[in-house]
T-cell receptor
Framework: AQSVTQLDSQVPVFEEAPVELRCNYS??????LFWYVQYPNQGLQLLLK??????LVKGINGFEAEFNKSQTSFHLRKPSVHISDTAEYFC????????????FGTGTRLQVFP | DTAVSQTPKYLVTQMGNDKSIKCEQNLGHDTMYWYKQDSKKFLKIMFSYNNKELIINETVPNRFSPKSPDKAHLNLHINSLELGDSAVYFCASSRPGGGGYTFGSGTRLTVV
């Protein structure tokens, strides 16, 4: 079984500052890792995913994440945030079959201030 | 064309009623899911179907009954609705190889 921990429930940051949203996972099998974003009153949009290969993954909207197997982490980063990045961010894990359930962390609310 | 579409988007109903939410995907995926997002934004798997067959049923009350008439559709029927069923319900689909899980836009269910 897999599990995901997002330690920060809220991250406030000023516009144009860098941000890191932390995600740690546990699993007894190989995993796929995902970050999803949910804007207010909207559905879930895939930001990026790690399946295999390069541990640095680039996604949409200038976000990137690094898979660190030894630390079982998949932190999300952006060098300069915009007001429009204000949203809920979810880290998620599945087994590497791709058709098993996706397990979500509890989410991190990113609030960008002007 | 919407990849995963759910209807209705909003649903307000009284306690004790029975309601259904429909989901359709045009991605050719074999596996479909229902997730529940509670008021604290926590997302939890409810059901998973693969090629019309139930493969995951996560301790959901039996008032909830999924139905998959074909691999492109997964509907959710809820009997005797309770206040605690108020949530946003997301449908999703996926394919082998981790190409991604695609989510619908959600159905906000409010039980009054």
């Amino acid at each position: 079984a897999q599990s995901v921990t997002q330690l920060d429930s809220q991250v406030p940051v000023f516009e144009e500052a860098p941000v890191e949203l932390r995600c740690n996972y546990s699993s007894s099998v190989s995993v796929y890792l995902f970050w999803y974003v949910q804007y207010p009153n909207q559905g879930l949009q895939l930001l990026l995913k790690y399946l295999s290969g390069s541990t640095l993954v680039k996604g949409i909207n200038g976000f990137e994440a690094e898979f660190n197997k030894s630390q079982t982490s998949f932190h999300l980063r952006k060098p300069s945030v915009h007001i429009s990045d204000t949203a809920e961010y979810f880290c998620a894990v599945s087994s590497d079959r791709g058709t098993d359930k996706l397990i979500f962390g509890t989410g991190t609310r990113l609030q960008v201030f002007p | 064309d919407t990849a995963v579409s759910q209807t209705p988007k909003y649903l307000v109903t009284q306690m004790g009623n029975d309601k259904s939410i429909k989901c359709e995907q045009n991605l050719g995926h074999d596996t479909m899911y229902w997730y529940k997002q509670d008021s604290k934004k926590f997302l939890k798997i409810m059901f998973s179907y693969n090629n019309k067959e139930l493969i995951i049923n996560e301790t959901v009350p039996n008032r909830f009954s999924p139905k998959s008439p074909d691999k492109a559709h997964l509907n959710l029927h809820i009997n005797s609705l309770e206040l605690g069923d108020s949530a946003v319900y997301f449908c999703a689909s996926s394919r082998p190889g981790g190409g991604g899980y695609t989510f619908g836009s959600g159905t906000r269910l409010t039980v009054v």
